[in-house]
């Protein structure tokens, strides 16, 4: 039987990504209103991360919790991953056991090969190419705020990286605009603006991206696994800080999002992300809503 991975947004139709937002809405409702639910009971989710997290791991231990299973984390370098026992192997074996394996890892291909192996649902929590759990948390957020969102334009400043990556695929599935403006050098990948032309369009500099934007969108300039780059990117990002100059350029009522973590003072300000038209609290909040959505559709 073929198995429902969940890699990148295209994994999913577009009518079932929109189920699952609106279904995350409800559950979100129905669990602050005291419901409990309980679909997974006795189901388990395997989590490698390769890399640190706060809110993927929180948020998918609880949502596993909440909806009466449980969650393993993997610490790659406490596993015999460590001493090199291949990836095809590790999942046929961690996948024999568990009900779910939700990988955080450098490259894309890693977590193909994985998934590949694997014979149940695979998540991809994040890797260097994609971070579609990220967008399901934004999309509910936009849902919850603004309703319908097609047709509304959000504007990425910043790095061409993995969320940005996501959210082209989002702005393409679900119709809106993304205007998108990088430091030369820190464009997005060819392959992924390639699929994604229809609904992006390029921008030389931050604040004609963001005139008259609905949504205002940023993530830190040196992603994990960049670090040794952070003084070089430091300089050649500068103008693409998220202060309230440039937030002043987007609509009176944008919004301001980032995945988090932020390195405040760099990509955005304090005053932004501490400001009224921010959101980034409730972007975190919503990836437990979300996956909750995610793990119920994959796992029941
Ligand atoms: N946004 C996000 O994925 O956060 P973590 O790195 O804390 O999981
Ligand atoms: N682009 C960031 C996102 C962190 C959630 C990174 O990959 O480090």
Request: proline share 3%; with cysteine; hydrophobic share 40%.
């Amino acid at each position: 039987m073929l198995v429902q991975h969940f890699l990148t947004l295209d994994d999913l139709p577009p009518e079932q990504l929109q189920q699952l937002i609106d279904r995350a809405l409800h559950l979100k409702q129905s669990t602050c209103a005291g419901a409990i639910y309980e679909p997974l009971k006795n189901k388990t989710l395997a989590m490698i991360f390769s890399k640190s997290s706060t809110r993927t791991r929180v948020s998918f231990e609880v949502a596993m919790r909440q909806l009466g299973g449980g969650a393993i984390i993997l610490n790659p370098g406490d596993t015999q991953m460590r001493r090199g026992e291949p990836i095809e192997d590790s999942a046929r074996v961690i996948s024999s056991m568990v009900d779910s394996v939700v990988i955080r890892t450098d490259a894309h291909q890693q977590l193909q090969r994985f998934a590949e192996y694997s014979s149940v649902p695979v998540i991809n929590g994040l890797t260097d190419d994609y971070h579609p759990c990220q967008l399901l948390a934004d999309l509910l957020t936009l849902r919850e705020l603004r309703g319908d969102f097609s047709g509304c334009t959000a504007a990425w400043v910043g790095d061409g990286n993995n969320v940005c990556h996501s959210w082209m695929n989002a702005a393409r599935i679900f119709n809106f605009k993304l205007n998108i403006a990088t430091p030369a050098g820190y464009a997005p990948n060819a392959s992924v603006i390639k699929s994604n032309k229809q609904a992006i369009k390029f921008f030389d500099d931050a604040q004609s991206a963001v005139d008259n934007a609905d949504v205002v969108i940023t993530d830190t300039w040196a992603s994990m696994g960049q670090e040794d780059q952070k003084d070089r990117r430091l300089s050649q990002f500068e103008s693409y800080r998220v202060d309230q100059s440039l937030m002043a350029m987007a609509s009176d009522d944008a919004l301001f999002m980032h995945c988090l973590p932020a390195y405040r003072g760099m990509e955005v300000s304090d005053s932004v992300i501490d400001g009224k038209q921010s959101v980034v609290f409730l972007e975190a909040e919503n990836r437990l809503h979300a996956q909750k959505a995610l793990l119920e559709l994959l796992l029941s």
